[in-house]
């Protein structure tokens, strides 16, 4: 279809280069806390436009650790281990003559013991635990930096959340 043109007084218009980017308050990165391997939380990475939810884990991330700083965690362990089967001997021993003893040293042993426990069990966390990844808001993922099983160096983006219904012009 055709329609005869008219000319006609226009306002000036100005033509400017920008882009448009992500609201900092509505948008989020997940960045990996320490060196690691990735691992899958669900069947799936998270996918590109895939929507996400505040807290939704989206990943694992698997600490990794030199051979040497294995092997002091592992000997750590096993000296806890030992020191915990005496302190729990000594226990035992000391509450069997609890009526000889002092009310204070049995339960200095027990807490010995305790805090043997505490620290064994926090070696064996530190081994054997994965990070797990969320996601800070709810949005779209927009940028996904990472594949399953690749080695990540601290601080390394590994996903970009936005809400595309809070995007900014930013004009130069």
Do not use: C
Request: proline content about 4%; glycine content about 6%; aromatic content about 2%.
């Amino acid at each position: 279809r055709t329609v005869q043109s008219a000319q006609d007084q226009l306002p000036l218009t100005l033509e400017l280069n920008g882009s448009v980017v992500a609201d900092p308050n509505a948008g989020g990165r997940v960045q990996a806390s320490q060196a690691g391997r990735v691992e899958l939380a669900h069947a799936n990475l998270p996918a590109l436009g895939q929507r996400v939810v505040k807290g939704q884990v989206l990943a694992y991330l698997r600490p990794v650790m030199s051979s040497l700083d294995r092997g002091n965690a592992q000997a750590m362990l096993a000296d806890i281990s030992a020191q915990l089967s005496i302190a729990d001997a000594k226990l035992r021993r000391y509450e069997q003559l609890a009526d000889a003893l002092p009310k204070a040293t049995v339960e200095a042993a027990r807490y010995d013991v305790d805090a043997l426990k505490k620290r064994q069990a926090s070696v064996t966390v530190s081994l054997n635990s994965n990070e797990t990844l969320v996601a800070p808001v709810s949005g779209v993922i927009s940028a996904a930096h990472v594949m399953a099983g690749q080695v990540v160096d601290a601080k390394e983006t590994l996903f970009e959340i936005i809400d595309p219904q809070r995007l900014m012009v930013e004009a130069l």
